[in-house]
């Protein structure tokens, strides 16, 4: 191997006479960063390997990639007309041209030799004949007995579990994995699945003073509902609505009377909810709106008071300090 003349580069493809080489000189380190225009923006570039004289593409701050040169043309993807599509840089014209019109999701990667050119839409692979202009999706079928994909039982690693909690009395313990909900017995029974269910995620699991029930949250209506199950599992659980912006939901905290729960979202809300009808309004009430978060979810920390007539919460102030609320139910 031998360097190339180049200061840096990432991806390129050679003329046919090998003298010049069409190559991508920059990254971005997010490639999948849809519609980006910012200072990293890839162009295309030619450079005389002998003289050094030095081409660009024409472009209007354009994310261009995957060049394959071929005959007198360079064929490359780019988003300058929108979606990330197939374009030419005719070499003697110096003229760009689209060659493909793409209305749905990006092209990925593109390759070529002789008169055709392969590039990828969405994990199909499509073929462009370079003289007629015509493309066409690739059949590509698999057949196999693709063990993995039949039914079969699995352990559930430690690194895979998202959630975990002890019940009051300390004899077992609850687990959130693989968008389940178990309690696993401290020493004698039963390992049970509440939830036991593919097609829908529960998570946050949080188990009540009183020892009888498990709340959570899940999705199998469509939007996130806080559910209610009793701690054996055998019966259905309890859905309740958590209003007309849907979003996702975390940390539900029990009342030490068991009648309350309180929790947090992604739009920075902590939220109060009475479970006994007796006690008010089963619909959630506003406590609180933070100002701003990470990348992770809200940082609303909340408890309740032994007696279950205040929340004690933390959040950010507008000059980034911390400060603890008390919350008067």
């Not at 690739?138 to 699995?154: C, M, N």
């Not at 609180?288 to 279950?308: H, I, K, Q, Y």
Request: charged letters at 20%.
């Amino acid at each position: 191997p031998e360097p190339l003349p180049l200061p840096s580069g990432f991806q390129g493809s050679y003329s046919p006479d090998g003298q010049s080489i069409a190559y991508q000189p920059i990254t971005k380190w997010q490639p999948a960063w849809k519609r980006y225009v910012g200072g990293q923006t890839t162009p295309i570039w030619i450079v005389n390997l002998k003289t050094l004289d030095l081409v660009k593409v024409p472009r209007d701050n354009s994310n261009d990639s995957n060049p394959v040169w071929v005959g007198n043309s360079i064929y490359f993807l780019s988003d300058r007309n929108g979606p990330i599509s197939l374009f030419a840089y005719d070499t003697h014209t110096k003229a760009v041209k689209q060659l493909v019109e793409n209305r749905g999701l990006d092209f990925k990667t593109l390759t070529g030799r002789a008169n055709t050119l392969a590039y990828e839409q969405f994990g199909t692979i499509h073929l462009y004949d370079i003289p007629s202009g015509k493309e066409h999706a690739v059949e590509i079928s698999t057949d196999g007995d693709l063990p993995a994909l039949l039914p079969h039982l699995a352990s559930i690693l430690p690194s895979e579990i998202q959630n975990a909690t002890i019940s009051p009395t300390g004899v077992r313990a609850l687990f959130e994995a693989h968008g389940d909900i178990f309690t696993v017995p401290e020493d004698k029974g039963d390992v049970r699945n509440l939830t036991n269910s593919s097609s829908s995620a529960e998570r946050e699991p949080a188990w009540s003073p009183d020892g009888k029930h498990i709340a959570y949250f899940s999705d199998a209506s469509g939007e996130y509902q806080l559910c209610i199950r009793d701690q054996d599992g055998l019966k259905p659980p309890q859905m309740i609505s958590l209003g007309p912006d849907p979003t996702y939901y975390y940390s539900p905290v029990w009342s030490p009377d068991s009648k309350r729960i309180v929790f947090s979202d992604k739009r920075l809300h902590l939220w109060l909810i009475n479970l006994d009808p007796a006690l008010g309004p089963t619909t959630p009430v506003l406590i609180a709106t933070a100002l701003r978060e990470g990348f992770g979810p809200s940082n609303f920390s909340a408890s309740f008071s032994p007696d279950v007539k205040w929340i004690l919460y933390s959040t950010s102030l507008p000059n980034f300090e911390d400060a603890a609320y008390l919350y008067n139910i």
